[in-house]
């Protein structure tokens, strides 16, 4: 018997409003509105204050770590309006703030986890998310763990986890994809590519073209998209939905953008990175050509721009305030939330804490203050 | 002499064995043209090539799996894992295999294999950026467990590790990495493994340590009484133990105290203290005492320092410990 070809498989690549702000009509239909354009646009210049103080607040010594966002906005900002709060779950990495705060966490809650205290992660009432992930690529499972149940429950809705080019290199990755897949659970996988992991590039990540087409192996329908075009991001997010809480099972989404920030304040990506490689993904910024559309509807100007900027920053400011004002974390909490019952050890270790060197009862192992024998 | 840091005195020993032994190859996340995040691997990748300090994908059960094959098969591999906190994935590797195939194969097969992993709080840093866990390792039968504090014996003990012809953990405690300098002479010298150091000699208690706890030991130390005299070990290696010269000391001192950052249960001052009460039972004046990490996770920065042993609560230990 001849050979046969058994498997045929395409990526497709979606981008509706290119570089110049010009939008693609033919595939404009199904995607945002102006109003949920010009929205988007108002919701990613506060991200970007936001996370230009974020990086001040580091430098200036006021909060540790963080990982920059700049340049990703349009992933965070085009998926996380096309999934439906408090419906849906969002299981997020650390580079779409965004996609959290339009799901309802607060953004000061999120610098209060990069000040190194866990209230940041305390998920607000009615708020289906999970917090944000540290350990690269292995949060993708609980997704596909959490649509399984809700499809268990009847539960209707979908799940949307993001995670980054890098993250696909885990095992873990694969295992969340064959899950999803085996069990149909309605799932989106949305890879924010941004073409970095630390100084690792693309191309020495993987050998492959996309990594859309990793999800071929799974069966997942999966889809490239320009990462930096909100409506493109909205249109393949919300189709993917569609799909999930029909009973479509898992998708696929790489979201084609660039880390125009170092990795995370501690990073210094001039060590690793051509700047003129920077310079030519920043003429792609996702907020210039969202700009550049709305002016050509007549929908933005100069002057909104100028109350946009005073607006976001008092908005960040607030945020700000809000972050640093917290009282300071009680000690005692660390031992408070390991279990829902405290065992007794880590109630001796509490309590004598701040009395014993040793954190159990003195008079338990026959000590005596003024240094006599027992 | 230079006097270098502990980063420096590492990228010393990596850049000498490389020249020295064509079989020696760095692998992991970000080593190459960045030289790691902490720099240790700065200007090897420009020095032997990049095909020697080989820029891994993100994937730490890939790196430690894949390491394990160069090693089976003739190479010396040098495997970095960024944080101790992202272990995790390469557990299975690491316990599962690189451990158990010298006595899976009777001797046949084995896994000459280094890997370096930053270790330990104080640094302000994210979650699962600042955890201690050697004991999980230790606690693994086929493992070497190495954690050096000071440049000196960073360098000699490297050098021993590399040389090897087991799997060793070599534990990098983050808070030292640039906090102070020392001589280290740029020629060859190694440390065996195994081996401790009396950093402080003393009378009246023995205090065991290993990694950035040394430096709290030693600023609890100073603050104590003029007349009060104690013995300070650094441990150098955590596996195996070197309880020969624990038990000298004990066996002088009468007492012991053991400080880690470490949980506090099934931590390794549990284990030397079963050491200690094997080998010095009736010179016991005292129960051996630990300052430890509590039963919790490593809080995020704000309360990592209430979490880690401080020299003021090493120094009560030390305190309550005499006055038992």
Not at chain 1, 69 to 81: I, M, T, V
Not at chain 1, 108 to 119: A, F, K, N, V, Y
Not at chain 2, 125 to 131: G, K, N, R, T
Request: with cysteine; glycine share 8%.
């Amino acid at each position: 018997m001849p050979r046969e070809t058994i498997y045929e498989a395409k990526i497709e690549y979606l981008q509706i409003l290119n570089e110049d702000g010009v939008l693609d009509e033919s595939e404009a239909e199904g995607s945002l509105t102006d109003e949920q354009a010009l929205e988007l646009y108002e919701q990613m210049w506060i991200y970007r204050r936001f996370d230009e103080i974020a990086f001040k607040l580091q430098r200036s010594g006021r909060m540790g770590t963080y990982p920059q966002n700049k340049g990703q906005e349009a992933n965070a900002a085009g998926s996380g309006l096309a999934m439906q709060r408090g419906v849906d779950w969002v299981v997020p990495c650390y580079r779409e703030n965004l996609a959290m705060h339009l799901h309802g966490m607060p953004y000061h809650q999120i610098l209060m986890h990069w000040m190194g205290d866990e209230r940041g992660n305390m998920i607000p009432e009615g708020v289906k998310m999970t917090p944000l992930s540290v350990p690269i690529g292995t949060h993708m499972l609980h997704a596909a763990g959490i649509g399984w149940a809700m499809k268990l429950r009847g539960e209707s809705g979908a799940v949307i986890t993001y995670f980054g080019d890098g993250a696909t290199s885990e095992g873990d990755f694969h295992g969340a994809m064959n899950f999803a897949s085996v069990l149909q659970a309605p799932v989106i996988f949305f890879c924010q590519n941004n073409q970095w992991a630390i100084s690792v590039p693309f191309e020495q990540q993987m050998h492959s073209r996309t990594v859309a087409q990793k999800a071929l192996a799974y069966d997942m329908p999966t889809i490239r998209v320009d990462g930096n075009d909100i409506f493109a991001v909205y249109k393949a997010t919300k189709e993917a939905r569609e799909r999930a809480v029909n009973g479509g099972g898992p998708s696929f989404i790489e979201g084609m953008t660039y880390r125009l920030a170092d990795h995370t304040t501690a990073d210094d990506a001039r060590r690793y990175r051509d700047p003129a490689e920077v310079e030519a993904w920043a003429e792609k910024d996702p907020l210039i050509r969202t700009r550049k559309y709305l002016a050509s509807k007549g929908l933005w100007d100069d002057e909104k721009q100028a109350l946009l900027g005073e607006r976001a920053e008092k908005i960040v400011g607030e945020i700000v305030k809000a972050a640093e004002g917290v009282e300071p974390p009680r000690t005692e909490d660390f031992f408070d939330y390991m279990f829902a019952e405290p065992t007794p050890e880590l109630v001796e270790q509490r309590d004598t804490m701040r009395t014993s060197s040793i954190g159990v009862n003195p008079g338990q192992i026959g000590l005596r203050a003024q240094g006599e024998r027992v | 002499m230079a006097k270098l840091t502990l980063v420096q005195a590492i990228n010393q020993a990596l850049d000498h064995e490389m020249t020295r032994d064509d079989r020696v190859i760095i692998l992991g996340e970000d080593v190459g043209k960045n030289g790691g995040v902490f720099r240790v691997t700065e200007g090897l990748a420009e020095k032997h090539g990049e095909h020697r300090v080989q820029n891994t994908p993100l994937d730490e059960s890939g790196i430690i799996g894949a390491a394990i094959g160069l090693a089976m098969a003739g190479m010396r591999p040098i495997p970095e894992i960024q944080f101790e906190g992202f272990m995790g994935p390469a557990y299975d590797q690491i316990v599962n295999h690189a451990a158990r195939y010298r006595a899976r194969s009777r001797g046949t097969v084995t896994i000459p294999m280094t890997i370096r992993v930053p270790v330990g709080g104080g640094i302000h840093a994210p979650e699962l950026h600042s955890d201690s866990p050697e004991a999980i390792y230790t606690h693994s039968p086929g493992l070497k467990v190495v954690m050096p504090c000071t440049p000196y014996d960073a360098k000699g003990l490297l050098l021993s590790a590399i040389r090897d012809p087991d799997p060793v953990i070599f534990f990098e405690p983050k808070r030292v990495y640039r906090s102070f300098r020392e001589e280290v002479p740029e020629e060859d010298y190694t440390i065996p493994i195994g081996e401790a150091k009396v950093v402080n000699d003393g009378d009246d208690l023995t205090v065991v340590t290993w990694g950035a706890s040394v430096f709290q030991c030693l600023e609890a130390i100073d603050g104590l009484p003029d007349d009060v005299s104690v013995e300070l070990i650094d441990l150098r290696t955590v596996d195996p133990i070197d309880i020969d010269c624990i038990a000298e000391s004990v066996q002088k001192t009468g007492r012991c105290v053991v400080v880690h950052e470490a949980p506090r249960t099934a931590g390794l001052g549990a284990e030397i203290s079963a050491l200690v009460q094997e080998r010095c039972f009736l010179h016991l004046e005292a129960p051996v005492q630990r300052v430890t990490g509590f039963d919790t996770i490593m809080p995020y920065y704000k309360l990592e320092l209430e979490y880690l042993p401080d020299a003021e609560r090493i120094g009560k230990g030390i305190t309550e410990c005499l006055a038992y």
